[in-house]
């Protein structure tokens, strides 16, 4: 599960409180299939360098959610966003601002199908350290749970990296962690993601060098029903690998193609139900 962890867990949340309680079985997080991580000749060493600059990504999500007890009539989700990234940079950190400017989602489900189309306005302000690693993040703040952040938050950690700390060769390896509180519905979810990056080998083009990197992520999700009366929780676990091609000199994301899977128990008053959610992202740079 990447770092936006349940995208779709509000889907979850509605199924389960209409299912009808039964017995749920102990289940494991499905293992999602690494990339070839092949042994590659060394470089000479690779550290990026930070610059200002405004980037625009088109960001693709395909995603199902069923219940593990009925696999056979999934919900299939497509999500496509316009994020729009602008990195200044002051003195030894970067002050960077994230903006939503389209974002489209289209659910089918066995009962029927949906289109939202939002073009609202999401704004975030964000101060990360020259390596990449956030440490402020402000803006759209959720109207329905306190001191929790819009979901569409979580698109920031993919579209930027925290960098290595020293210059690195193929086959390095660094990690980072991130925490992020959003709210989906009225429901506060809590994730916690670590990041595993490496170096697997330079190309060169006509148009510049890309690094092209592997990334393995693990995360711990809980969430709990903003609205007493409702007696809802859930927590979920997930894995999930991506391949990423970087600016040699900048860092700045080129592309990416990854996928996720992961189990969410939601506990309502009725049972406890468990969801499997796999979703296959694409992230471009426009």
Wanted: glycine share 4%; aromatic share 4%.
């Amino acid at each position: 599960m990447p770092v936006r962890g349940c995208v779709f867990i509000s889907v979850a949340v509605m199924a389960a409180a209409s299912c009808a309680p039964r017995h749920i079985e102990e289940v494991a997080v499905p293992k999602v299939k690494p990339h070839d991580t092949r042994q590659i000749p060394a470089a000479e060493g690779w550290l990026p360098h930070r610059v200002s600059a405004t980037s625009s990504y088109l960001i693709r999500d395909s995603a199902s959610v069923a219940i593990k007890e009925d696999s056979t009539r999934p919900s299939l989700l497509e999500e496509t966003m316009l994020l729009i990234i602008t990195a200044q940079k002051s003195g030894d950190s970067l002050e960077i601002t994230a903006r939503v400017e389209s974002l489209t989602v289209t659910s089918h489900s066995p009962i029927q199908s949906t289109v939202s189309d939002s073009t609202a306005l999401r704004l975030f302000h964000v101060v990360a350290t020259s390596s990449g690693r956030i440490i402020s993040l402000k803006g759209a703040e959720s109207t329905q749970c306190l001191n929790a952040n819009d979901p569409a938050v979580a698109r920031i950690f993919e579209t930027t990296l925290t960098y290595p700390p020293s210059r690195i060769k193929a086959g390095d390896t660094w990690s980072d962690t991130v925490s992020l509180v959003t709210c989906r519905g009225k429901t506060m979810v809590t994730q916690v993601t670590t990041r595993q990056y490496k170096m697997l080998e330079r190309i060169t083009s006509a148009d510049g060098n890309i690094i092209k990197l592997h990334r393995n992520t693990a995360t711990l999700m809980s969430a709990t029903a903003v609205n007493n009366s409702n007696h809802l929780t859930a927590t979920g676990v997930g894995s999930s690998t991506a391949t990423l091609d970087v600016d040699e000199n900048t860092g700045d994301l080129q592309k990416s193609d990854g996928e996720s899977s992961s189990i969410v128990t939601v506990t309502t008053s009725r049972g406890t139900y468990p969801f499997i959610q796999h979703i296959i992202t694409h992230i471009e740079k426009l």
